[in-house]
Every structure is written in C-alpha cells, then in structure tokens.
C-alpha cells in the first residue's frame, strides 16, 4: 500500500468516526460489507500469478448493534458470505 493510499484510508477512517459519533443510529449492514471490502483490499497477498485476500473474516459489534441483528443473523451472514464472494471474483482475488 502506498503513502497516498495509506492517508486516503486515514482520511476515511477519520471522516466515518467523526460522522458516526455524531450521527449514532446504529450500524447498517451496508457498512459492515463496506469494511469487509476495505479489509479485503488491505489484506491483498500478491504471489506468482494470482492475488489472494483472507478467506475468513470476523465482524464485531457493539452489544446494542448486535442486539439489533440477531433476528436476522444468520440471513446476514449469509448474504455477507456471498457478497465477499463476489467482491473477489470481481477483482479476480
């Protein structure tokens, strides 16, 4: 990862905290893939012909965000599994 990179990220990270803190409405799960993705991306092992990114990946969340998907979890999970899916083969990772 380049310097530019590195402080796009930092610049990011910056800006989403600052949002979220003052914004709290509890986490989407259009963000939790977010991070996925920018995990994947960060994570890249480039080797002799192919690029890999981790194949398992652990979300944790506050208790009160994690209260609030529990009824649909494992439906989430499912969907999170299939979107890292597609996010490599898009990329071919």
Same mark, same amino acid.
């Given at each position: ?10 610049? $990011? =990270?910056?800006? *989403?905290?600052?949002? %979220? ?7 989407? !799960?259009?963000?939790?893939?977010? #991070?996925? $993705? =920018?995990?994947? *991306?960060?994570?890249? %092992? ?7 990114? !981790?194949?398992?990946?652990?979300? #944790? ?23 890292? #899916? ?8």
């Amino acid at each position: 990862m380049n310097a530019l990179q590195r402080f796009e990220d930092f610049v $990011e =990270r910056m800006f *989403e905290g600052s949002f %979220t803190r003052l914004f709290r409405s509890g986490v989407q !799960p259009a963000e939790v893939a977010g #991070r996925i $993705e =920018r995990a994947m *991306e960060s994570n890249l %092992t480039v080797s002799v012909g192919h690029v890999y990114t !981790p194949n398992q990946y652990q979300v #944790r969340l506050n208790p009160d965000d994690f209260k609030a998907f529990e009824p649909y979890r494992a439906k989430l999970e499912r969907e999170m599994a299939a979107f890292v #899916r597609e996010t490599a083969q898009e990329h071919g990772w």
